[in-house]
């Protein structure tokens, strides 16, 4: 595969720790996102910024996505032709998003957008900019009333979302909608082969950071940092992980011994999280040829060791040894619309139609790996989504269509403060 085309570092007039300079990176990203790119992919795109000023324009665009439906409704009532650049476009969504976080700097937020406004099309739009934020200021009350009758601009997610977030949570859908609109928590995993939960806790409050235990190997932050921060991250004392993903190694439960295949693997937490629990031999596959790297590099700094395969978990003639399986993790490739928080680029690139696809690969990757668990054996199903098609109606149907599974528990985990949507069915093979 082509590498991924990196931009040289930004050429620009702007001061690299100008709010303007953010604001530029800020549009070229939305504008990829846009575009159809992933914001992962976006980011890998940036040039040599300084960290601080990745940071900076990372946290505009993370923001301005969030706020998905809002810039746009403000754009749609004030522009009065489509631009016919979308990095411009972008900048205005990037300076509504901070003209409405931070309303008291509107003056120099506006200079500011004018200036990043000089670094894109010669130039050409910066009048447009000026004039278009100035008017949204003065009409700001008055869009504020109109947005209150747009669902998109209110809830901030796609129309079609948020009917099927009604449909299946006809109580719980504004909650899921709030979590999924919010900022996500940072989540470690502690390396319970390393250190205790508590011991652990005492060392970050040592480094003066505050943390709060969520039960079993999770503890939360009270705020986000750079991993190189949290003490003995890079000797493998702890992981970054969801709350709600670490459900997965406690659900399968693995016992020292056993063999495991763990389907779906990369980038490997939850693999990481089954050998710290027990001594297993563990097989991590992922189609992803990159992303299984990325496995090896996890296993590594935390001293693990499993065999890792880049392959098709479906094409099972290609890397199965013919040995049944004790326990299976099937961590599925989804809609991932219950962490929308941490990836809100996927508000932009999911159609509905997607769902279909999903439901549909997810069934083909359970039934493909079915027959590889012994009997006797447990299949972990998760999907980090909250759609009920991908969750209990998949393993309803899977479960009719084989017999000889039995499903011994089910968790739906909708999105919250504290932890991200999951669903998990723990099945059992008749014995
Ligand atoms: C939800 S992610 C897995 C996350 C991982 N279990 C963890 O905890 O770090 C889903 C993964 O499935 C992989 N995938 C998608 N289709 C696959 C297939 N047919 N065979 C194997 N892996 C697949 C994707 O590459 C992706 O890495």
């Known amino acids: 595969m082509a590498a991924e085309r990196r931009n040289p570092p930004a050429v620009s007039a702007l001061a690299s720790d100008s709010l303007a300079f953010s604001l530029l990176l800020a549009a070229r990203l939305i504008a990829a ?76 937020i506006v200079d500011q957008a004018v200036a990043a406004a000089g670094e894109l099309a010669g130039g050409a739009f910066k009048g447009l900019v000026n004039g278009l934020l100035r008017n949204y200021q003065r009409q700001r009350h008055v869009l504020q009333v109109a947005m209150a009758d747009d669902d998109e601009a209110t809830q901030q997610h796609p129309r079609w979302w948020l009917a099927r977030l009604r449909r299946a949570y006809p109580d719980r ?83 020292a011994g056993q063999r495991v295949l763990d389907a779906c693997a990369a980038p490997g937490g939850k693999a990481a999280h089954l050998l710290e629990a027990a001594d297993v031999d563990l097989l991590a596959v992922d189609i992803d040829a990159v992303r299984t790297r990325r496995v090896e590099d996890n296993l590594r700094r935390l001293g693990l060791t499993a065999k890792v395969t880049p392959a098709d978990c479906c094409a099972t003639e290609q890397w199965w040894d013919g040995q049944f399986f004790d326990a299976i993790l099937a961590d599925v490739p989804c809609s991932a619309s219950g962490v929308v928080r941490r990836h809100p680029d996927i508000k932009y690139l999911r159609r509905e139609s997607d769902i279909r696809g999903f439901v549909r690969i997810q069934a083909e990757i359970l039934d493909r790996l079915w027959p590889l668990l012994k009997a006797g054996g447990k299949l972990l199903y998760a999907t980090c989504s909250v759609f009920p098609e991908e969750n209990r109606a998949q393993i309803d149907a899977f479960v009719f269509r084989q017999p000889d599974a039995r499903r011994l528990i089910e968790e739906e985990l909708v999105p919250q403060p504290e932890h991200d949507g999951f669903f998990y069915a723990l099945l059992q093979k008749a014995a």
Request: aromatic content about 6%; overall charge positive; charged content about 20%.
């Open 173 to 255: 859908w504004p909650g899921i909608v709030a979590a999924g609109n919010g900022q996500p928590p940072m989540t470690l995993r502690v390396n319970q082969r390393r250190i205790e939960v508590a011991d652990y806790l005492a060392r970050l409050q040592a480094a003066g950071l505050c943390a709060r235990s969520l039960g079993g190997q999770a503890l939360v932050l009270d705020r986000p940092m750079p991993v190189d921060a949290l003490p003995g991250f890079a000797d493998g004392l702890v992981s970054v992980q969801d709350a709600g993903a670490q459900r997965a190694a406690e659900l399968l439960a693995p016992v």
């Open 33 to 108: 996102v846009r575009s159809g790119k992933s914001l992962t992919q976006a980011l890998g795109t940036l040039g040599g910024e300084s960290p601080a000023a990745r940071a900076a324009a990372q946290d505009v665009t993370y923001g301005s996505l969030r706020r998905y439906g809002c810039g746009e409704f403000v754009l749609g009532r004030l522009l009065t032709r489509a631009l016919p650049h979308p990095e411009v476009e972008a900048l205005l969504l990037a300076a509504l998003y901070r003209l409405h976080t931070r309303p008291d700097s509107a003056y120099m």
